[in-house]
């Protein structure tokens, strides 16, 4: 009888970390711009604080210090707009940013390799990452994900429209009327709870509704599931 034994190789990471700080008195605007890693956004601060997490990883121990020595990271202010970016040479290397800041900004966030997770936030916002995670967020929004999972909580005029290759799940306050439509894969999953719309039309792949007034207008783009529910 063979028996075969599993071959492990060890992976080394080697870390650091920083902590940057800017003053968040008349801040109006964030602009991140992060090719490898992923960021966090906590709202509800009155300054704009970065915590920064750089890592290197490779099976050679001096290639993963080399790695990440390569991660080079940023936080400046000019005038009203704060601006984050973090820059990786390796493709085995990343920085991941907690940020921690004022809730009531114009917030522009692209992320070419990471994920993005924001809580509490309102304004009109840009996002772009692999996947997009959102919790009382309000505001004008576009996102360009691969997944998106998001509670917003939207206000009247607000538009929202979402581009995903993958899965969306989307909740909704019960309370506003929305103006909704969906383009999904014709094959997948497609959720959608009744906010009390008055006009529907449906086919494979495709939902419009307006619910109320419609005040709130919701875009959806996928070419996966879709669920959206209310709260």
């Given at each position: ?9 060890a ?23 992060v ?6 956004y906590?709202g509800?601060?009155?300054d704009l604080?970065m915590q ?11 290639k ?5 020595d390569?991660?080079?990271?940023g ?20 920085t991941?940013?907690?940020?921690m800041?004022?809730?009531?900004v ?5 992320l ?12 009109d916002?840009?996002m772009?990452?692999d ?39 989307l ?9 909704l439509t969906?383009w ?22 495709y ?14 783009e996928?070419n996966?599931s879709?669920n959206?529910?209310?709260?």
């Amino acid at each position: 009888m063979l028996s075969l034994l599993p071959f492990l190789i060890a992976c080394n990471v080697n870390e650091s970390t920083d902590a940057l700080f800017v003053d968040g008195m008349g801040l109006t605007a964030i602009n991140i711009d992060v090719q490898a890693g992923d960021v966090t956004y906590l709202g509800g601060y009155g300054d704009l604080e970065m915590q920064v997490r750089s890592w290197g990883a490779s099976t050679d121990p001096e290639k993963a210090v080399a790695r990440e020595d390569g991660n080079t990271w940023g936080l400046d202010r000019q005038g009203a707009t704060a601006q984050a970016w973090a820059r990786s040479l390796s493709w085995n290397a990343g920085t991941d940013l907690t940020l921690m800041g004022p809730s009531g900004v114009v917030s522009d966030w692209v992320l070419r390799n990471g994920d993005l997770d924001i809580q509490g936030l309102s304004g009109d916002h840009y996002m772009e990452a692999d996947r997009v995670q959102l919790f009382n967020v309000s505001g004008n929004l576009e996102v360009v994900a691969d997944q998106v999972d998001a509670s917003l909580a939207p206000g009247p005029g607000d538009v929202i429209h979402i581009i995903a290759d993958g899965p969306v799940d989307l909740e909704l306050p019960w309370s506003r009327g929305y103006d909704l439509t969906v383009w999904g894969d014709p094959e997948a999953e497609m959720a959608i709870e009744d906010f009390g719309f008055g006009r529907v039309a449906t086919s494979p792949g495709y939902f419009a509704g307006v619910s109320g007034n419609g005040e709130v207008r919701v875009i959806i783009e996928t070419n996966s599931s879709v669920n959206i529910r209310s709260f």
